[in-house]
């Protein structure tokens, strides 16, 4: 049972444009999410993240938005550059346990 | 330092062997983590060490057995493997791991194991 799911396996968009990755989570528990990038044979490195009680946070390029009622946060990137082609995961943390559950990723090509 | 390494970055092994997996910050992290990761599948917590005692065990099979020396140092024991072990291990810290305070983890580059 995967809660936290992130739909698209993949995505492609062009230098200069708006990339907008989405994850959709399940358990009403989770209360922080967080954005982690992943390029290949690295570990993922943290992006940004946001707490239940905001619906926005802001950093630089990378926007995200919380729809709390929905279920579901996206992450803005604008504008999208070659070097932010990678593998984005979503994570969710329960504020139960405070376990970090992560999407099944998004690959982002960001093409020149 | 800003940074957890891992070593080794790749290791081969038997179904017999016995190898352990290493893991070392030097941020002042008191939780430490290991990750499971498969192709295409996102990171599975198996471990969480907190002010170095073990506090979460994902139900992990007794094959691997996780270690905390000191605040700095994580290990990962490996023994009697089988062929669908083999992932990607990824090690993480960070500064806490308290209800209510979450900060990101720092993730290493991961040691990817191939049991055969």
């Known amino acids: 049972d995967q809660q936290v799911k992130q739909n698209s396996p993949s995505l492609s968009v062009q230098e200069g444009r708006i990339s907008i990755l989405n994850c959709d989570y399940t358990n009403s528990m989770f209360d922080y999410f967080l954005w982690y990038k992943k390029y290949p044979a690295e570990g993922p490195t943290f992006l940004i993240s946001?707490?239940?009680?905001?619906d926005k946070n802001e950093d630089g390029r990378f926007t995200v938005f919380l729809n709390k009622s929905a279920k579901h946060l996206s992450l803005h990137i604008v504008p999208s550059q070659p070097g932010d082609s990678a593998v984005y995961f979503c994570a969710a943390v329960d504020s139960g346990t405070y376990k970090y559950i992560f999407g099944t990723g998004t690959r982002l090509k960001v093409l020149a | 330092d800003t940074e957890v390494t891992q070593t080794p970055k790749h290791l081969v092994m038997g179904m017999t062997n016995k190898k352990s997996l290493k893991c070392e910050q030097h941020?002042?992290?008191?939780?430490m983590y290991w990750y499971k990761q498969k192709a295409k599948k996102p990171p599975e917590l198996m471990f969480v060490?907190?002010?170095?005692?073990?506090?979460i065990n994902e139900s992990v099979p007794s094959r691997f057995s996780p270690e905390c020396p000191n605040s700095s140092l994580l290990n990962l024991h490996l023994h009697a493997l089988q062929p669908e072990d083999s992932a990607l291990y990824l090690c993480?810290?960070?500064?806490?791991?308290?209800?209510?305070?979450?900060?990101?983890?720092?993730f290493g580059s991961g040691t990817r194991l191939t049991v055969v």
């Open positions: 946001i707490s239940s009680i905001k």
């Open positions: 941020m002042g992290h008191r939780a």
């Open positions: 060490y907190s002010y170095e005692k073990l506090s």
């Open positions: 993480a810290s960070s500064q806490a791991q308290t209800i209510n305070r979450h900060y990101g983890y720092t």
